[in-house]
């Protein structure tokens, strides 16, 4: 028998000296229970996503040093250790002038690194580089294609199997890195070429290693399972998938690593997976698995072990458990007797969606791990009464203690006592912090500052003469309009300027604001002044609590409640954040924490008198409908069209062939949220609009969010601001579909 082991540590991206302790510790782990082979991750010394530190030699050759030392640790035991780090050829260099590097995979075995003659390197080198969504591998590295090339040798001559020597006699390994595996995703599969490649040298492959560095995804692991599973049962060759935890990011997106290493045995069946997202924060989390070499049914044992905190000494942040508070005490001015109007949208709340259990985990982790790397310890979130920030206070509360969390409600006169008694609710539940900061009074003073200052125009003057106005000079302006999106509501507002008539004269103006730019400084007020202010003077930072739909469409103030350090749901879609709600209440607290009140009431800012929650008023968008319609923008619809992200021709297109329910996956037919195919279309043109108009100088400008989807705001949409565009064709079925007799 062969015992596996992986080394699923937490990687820290650009701390290769980290990386490298917590390596050695699960070496050391790995020597103690007598493991044959320990497998770590892609690039776990360097990290995966660290930009453009790879461009910085010092860095990789502190990548290359430690790689040495880590080879070095398995002189004179029968360990064998397989480890992603950077691979460089000093001799050459890229088109760009920088040095040449691989991602690259090393195996080392009694102090020496296990190679083939036929390599030119003592590495496996990547050669399947992604270059999509947030990832850019080409950027940096090299693949193995092109050296192939440059050598005129085989990708087979390129990539071969080792043969390593164990206590149990002579054991051969086919090592890839993450995407050479993706058959499913490539034309070609450096796997099956290396399979293929022993084959015909008469060697047989018994365990395929694949060293990736896989973040989490919704679904992520269904796929990654479904995968391997596949591969195993048509190779007939055991699988060990090695991944890590932790997290790691591009500058925008923040990319949460599940781990999840898994080891499949030779019918695909799973032999022993890792769990995923560590309650505890430890440099090395290790699953020992006894596989049994002659054995192709799932008799397998396991051992299991961890490298507990006590037995380290690189522990940077303690872990801990936070209790669930409860708190006794009762609202008084809370107005029971107020009915709170409901949501007209149905949410299905029947069921949850299975994967949000697994969902919360990632949040829950990735907000964990954030903090640690940032030693943020104090957080404020602005309380509003509804389900947004409610959420947002409640997945903090399961990772800070209750002293370390500040709610803070900001009333205005637009501001209903309903929601505020949600927000003290909200906070009694927790047992945190609460304060009630109105803005009224510094709203007020805002406008009548801009209102009552003066602009002084002075005359033009050129060559040191003021300069005389012709009848062919522009010498007035009479009634201009300014077209302004309102970025809360996204409505059209309109600013008059005074008329000048003689521009060789000092004159002076006076700005009107209009109500969306009154309610725009309530909003701004609320976070640039108040939420800003509260934590610098707690040493803290405060939060972005929008959501994906609202993020879609620009559905919030830039520099009001766009801002934040960190949009924890900002890849959350809003019907997911209703799901996320009501699981945390019914699984993870067993009670109430989240008011029933905010999940029921309907969304609105309460800016204005036309936002009156009291009333159902707020929130135009309709979340069954529109979560699935923005999704296509965004997302498009793997199951019909993989990756293919739709646009209003796609979507009118549908309407008209009666498919567009099932193309969205909606549970009711169009007829259920339009009363007519004109209010259908006006709908989608001023989604389509929004989409691409402000809202994109509005996600430029948006704080990093936590990722987990497969298409997320930031570097995975290449957005250019310009004018949202309709196709030809779809003018063309506007107007058939308009004046179609059946419609």
């Known amino acids: 028998m062969i015992r596996i082991a992986f080394g699923q540590i937490q990687v820290h991206p650009g701390e290769p000296a980290t990386n490298f302790q917590s390596m050695m510790h699960a070496i050391d782990y790995a020597k103690a229970v007598s493991t044959d082979i320990l497998i770590f991750p892609e690039l776990c010394l360097s990290g995966y996503m660290i930009g453009d530190l790879w461009d910085q030699v010092p860095f990789v050759k502190d990548c290359l040093y430690y790689g040495e030392e880590l080879v070095k ?14 691979g460089i050829d000093e001799s050459l260099c890229n088109l760009d002038g920088s040095l040449r590097k691989y991602n690259a995979l090393y195996v080392a075995s009694n102090g020496k690194l296990v190679s083939n003659a036929s390599q030119p390197y003592p590495f496996t080198i990547k050669t399947l580089l992604p270059c999509y969504r947030y990832f850019n591998e080409p950027r940096h590295f090299t693949s193995a294609n092109v050296v192939a090339k440059e050598r005129n040798l085989s990708l087979s001559d390129i990539n071969q199997p080792l043969t390593l020597s164990t206590r149990q006699g002579s054991f051969t390994i086919a090592p890839v890195i993450c995407e050479d595996s993706w058959d ?26 694949n060293c990736s560095s896989s973040p989490y995804t919704i679904h992520k692991q269904e796929q990654r399972r479904a995968l391997f599973r596949n591969q195993a049962k048509r190779y007939s060759t055991p699988i060990a998938y090695a991944n890590h935890v932790g997290i790691q990011n591009n500058g925008k ?8 290493s898994t080891l499949y045995d030779v019918n695909g069946s799973i032999v022993e997976e890792v769990p995923a997202f560590e309650n505890t924060v430890r440099p090395a989390l290790l699953k020992d698995i006894i596989w049994h070499t002659q054995s192709s049914t799932n008799t397998n044992t396991a051992v299991q072990g961890t490298i507990t905190p006590e037995t380290s000494t690189f522990m940077n942040h303690e872990s801990y458990t936070i209790p669930l508070y409860n708190v006794n005490s009762t609202n008084e001015s809370q107005n029971s007797s107020v009915e709170i109007p409901q949501s007209t949208v149905s949410l299905q709340t029947e069921s949850t969606p299975t994967y949000i259990p697994t969902l919360f985990k990632a949040l829950q982790y990735g907000i964990r791990q954030f903090l640690a790397q940032t030693g943020i310890k104090n957080i404020v979130i602005g309380a509003s009464g509804g389900i947004d920030s409610a959420l947002n206070a409640t997945l903090y509360s399961t990772v ?12 205005s006169r637009y501001n209903s006592d309903m929601t505020k008694d949600l927000a003290y609710q ?129 559905y919030a103030t830039m520099y009001g409640d766009l801002a934040g350090f960190l949009a924890v749901t900002g890849d959350v879609w809003k019907t997911d954040v209703y799901a996320l709600a009501r699981y945390m209440n019914e699984t993870i607290f067993q009670r109430e924490v989240i008011p029933q009140g905010s999940i029921d009431v309907v969304p609105s800012a309460e800016l204005s008198d036309a936002q009156d929650v009291t009333q159902g008023l707020g929130d135009p968008l309709q979340y069954e409908y529109h979560d699935l319609l923005f999704r296509t923008f965004v997302e498009g619809t793997p199951h019909t069209l993989p990756h293919q992200r739709l646009t209003p021709e796609d979507i009118l297109y549908a309407y008209e062939d009666g498919t567009l329910e099932q193309l969205l996956g909606l549970p009711n037919s169009i007829s259920h949220y339009f009363t007519s195919t004109r209010q259908f279309i006006n709908d989608l043109e001023r989604w389509w609009k929004s989409f691409n108009g402000l809202a994109v100088a509005k996600r430029i400008q948006s704080p990093p969010l936590l990722l987990i989807s497969e298409r997320a705001f930031g570097t995975d949409l290449s957005e250019s601001q310009l004018k949202p565009y309709f196709s030809r064709n779809y003018y063309v079925m506007k107007d058939r579909i308009l004046h179609h007799p059946s419609k």
Not at 73 to 86: K, P, Q, R
Not at 253 to 260: F, L, P, R, S, V
């Open 253 to 260: 997106n923040i990319c949460i690593y599940d781990g999840c």
């Open 73 to 86: 640790a398995t002189a004179n035991t029968n360990l064998t250790i397989i480890f992603g780090n950077v």
């Open 400 to 411: 800070l203690p209750p002293e370390n969390l500040y709610l803070v409600n900001m009333p």
């Open 426 to 554: 909200l906070a009694q539940n927790i047992g945190c912090h609460y304060g009630v900061f109105p803005i009224e009074e510094g709203v007020n003073t805002t406008v009548v500052q801009l209102e009552s200052q003066p602009f002084t125009k002075f005359p033009l003057k050129t060559s040191g003469h003021v300069h005389k106005h012709t009848s062919a000079d522009d010498s007035t302006i009479s009634n201009s309009t300014t077209d302004t999106i309102c970025e809360s509501q996204q409505t059209t507002t309109y600013c008059t300027e005074q008329t000048h008539v003689d521009t060789d004269l000092e004159t002076t103006t006076f700005l009107h604001l209009s109500t969306l730019a009154k309610e725009n400084i309530q909003a701004r007020d609320r976070s640039s002044r108040i939420l800003a202010g509260i934590a610098s003077a707690v040493n803290g930072a405060f939060t972005c609590n929008g959501n994906k739909t609202e993020f879609t469409v620009g």
């Open 184 to 209: 499913t995703n490539y034309p070609d599969c450096p796997t099956k070429l290396m399979l293929e490649s022993a084959k015909t040298k008469g060697l047989h492959i018994d365990l395929v290693v």
